[in-house]
C-alpha cells in the first residue's frame, strides 16, 4: 500500500517537472517572450538544474540541449527511484534505465503537447480572453498551422447579413 502511494507522488511529481522542463524547450524552441508571467514562472522552477547544466552542454542548433538533457536525467531519476522502491536492485536496470529515460521524455512531450492544445480549446470556449491564451496561442502555431490550413475555422466566421439583420 506504501508503495503504491509513494510510486503515485514520485510519477506525479517528476512528470510534472519533466514537463516544465520540456515546456520550456518548447518556449525557447517557440521564442515565447520571457516577460510572459508562463515564461517567468517555468523558468523559475527549472533553473536550479538547468544553469549548472548549461556551463558544461552548449546550446546547439537553436536549441538548449541543457535542458533536454535535465529531462532525460529526471526521467533517469525517476526510473531508479521506481527500481529501488520495487525490486532494490539498480545494477540490474541501469542500461534498460538509461534507455526507457528517452522513452519517458518522448512520453512527457506528448503528453504536455496534448494538455496544452487541450487547454487552448477550452480557454478558446471557456474565456478566449484569459492572461494565458497568448502565450499558449504562440506556443501551438507552429504545431497547429498546417492543420489550419486544410481545415476552414468554424467559429466567428458569421456574415454581417446572417447576424445583424
Not at 30 to 37: A, C, E, H, Q, W
Not at 59 to 72: E, F, K, S, Y
Not at 111 to 134: G, K, R
Request: charged share 10%.
Amino acid at each position: 500500500m506504501f508503495t503504491e502511494i509513494a510510486l503515485f507522488l514520485l510519477d506525479t511529481v517528476f512528470t510534472l517537472f519533466g514537463m516544465a522542463l520540456l515546456l520550456r524547450v518548447w518556449m525557447q524552441i517557440t521564442r515565447l517572450p520571457t516577460r510572459n508571467p508562463v515564461s517567468q514562472g517555468v523558468f523559475q522552477v527549472t533553473d536550479w538544474l538547468v544553469r549548472p547544466l548549461r556551463r558544461v552542454i552548449p546550446g546547439l542548433g537553436g536549441i538548449d540541449w541543457a535542458t533536454v538533457v535535465a529531462a532525460w536525467l529526471t526521467a533517469v531519476a525517476f526510473l531508479l527511484l521506481v527500481a529501488v522502491l520495487t525490486s532494490g536492485d539498480l545494477l540490474d536496470f541501469l542500461p534498460v534505465v538509461l534507455l526507457a529515460g528517452v522513452l519517458y521524455v518522448l512520453k512527457w512531450g506528448i503528453s504536455l503537447v496534448m494538455w496544452v492544445t487541450l487547454l487552448m480549446a477550452i480557454l478558446s470556449w471557456v474565456n478566449p480572453h484569459s492572461p494565458i491564451t497568448p502565450a499558449i496561442n504562440y506556443l501551438t502555431a507552429p504545431l497547429l498551422r498546417p492543420i489550419q490550413r486544410v481545415v476552414p475555422r468554424l467559429g466567428a466566421s458569421i456574415s454581417r447579413r446572417w447576424c445583424c439583420s
